[in-house]
């Protein structure tokens, strides 16, 4: 009987964590979604530090912050040739629900929003959600294709080096 209660336990966290994952942006035009053995405390302090690209990401050399760490922080990022940058405004930020959204507002082909949330799924796991919403602007140094595998390749590494750094 245990069992079978555990069962149905883990069985509704996980749906409750879908739909909450869903919540998010489920219009999303990239998503990225990861299921880790960790607590979602331990993953969100992770992830609410914002000004740390540059240890997660070899995109970034440098970040330059400025402005509160939350709603109308800002950072520079650089390339670790320090030949590209892009700007990102933080525009929702939220510890309770362990969310927070950024646009980047310029530096790279497209009017771009991303959101990371972490849902709790109980028993030491949770799952990061990882939404873009995006307007690509044609130009002759990237299609729309290598922008989304960019994109893509981006964040998968920036969760990973997370989570490693959660653990």
Same mark, same amino acid.
């Given at each position: $009987? %245990?069992?079978? @209660?555990?069962?149905?336990?883990?069985?509704?966290?996980? @749906?409750?964590?879908?739909?909450? +994952?869903?919540? &998010?942006?489920? %219009?999303?035009?990239? *998503?990225?979604?990861?299921? #880790? !053995?960790?607590? +979602?405390?331990?993953?969100?302090?992770?992830?609410?530090? $914002?000004?740390?690209?540059? %240890? @997660?990401? *070899? =995109?970034?050399?440098?970040?330059?912050?400025?402005?509160?760490?939350?709603?109308?922080?800002?950072?520079?990022?650089?390339?670790?040739?320090? %030949?590209?940058? =892009?700007?990102?405004?933080?525009?929702?930020?939220?510890?309770? &629900?362990?969310?927070?959204?950024?646009?980047?507002? /310029?530096?790279?082909?497209?009017? #771009?929003?991303?959101?990371?949330?972490?849902?709790?799924?109980?028993?030491? !796991?949770? $799952?990061?959600?990882?939404?873009?919403?995006?307007? =690509?602007? /044609?130009?002759?140094?990237?299609?729309? /294709? &290598?922008?989304?595998? =960019?994109? &893509?390749? +981006?964040?998968?590494? $920036?969760? /990973?080096?997370? #989570?490693?750094? +959660? *653990?």
């Amino acid at each position: $009987m %245990k069992n079978l @209660i555990k069962t149905i336990t883990v069985t509704t966290l996980l @749906i409750l964590g879908s739909l909450s +994952a869903n919540a &998010q942006n489920s %219009k999303a035009d990239l *998503s990225y979604v990861s299921t #880790v !053995k960790l607590s +979602a405390d331990k993953v969100w302090e992770q992830i609410r530090v $914002m000004d740390n690209i540059d %240890k @997660i990401s *070899s =995109f970034v050399g440098k970040v330059d912050w400025t402005g509160p760490k939350g709603v109308g922080g800002s950072r520079l990022c650089t390339a670790p040739d320090g %030949k590209g940058k =892009f700007r990102e405004n933080i525009i929702k930020f939220d510890d309770n &629900q362990r969310t927070y959204t950024w646009q980047i507002v /310029e530096g790279v082909p497209a009017k #771009v929003t991303n959101s990371f949330k972490v849902v709790d799924l109980g028993l030491n !796991k949770s $799952m990061i959600v990882w939404t873009s919403d995006y307007d =690509f602007m /044609e130009n002759p140094n990237m299609t729309e /294709e &290598q922008f989304k595998a =960019f994109m &893509q390749g +981006a964040v998968s590494e $920036m969760i /990973e080096n997370m #989570v490693k750094m +959660a *653990s």
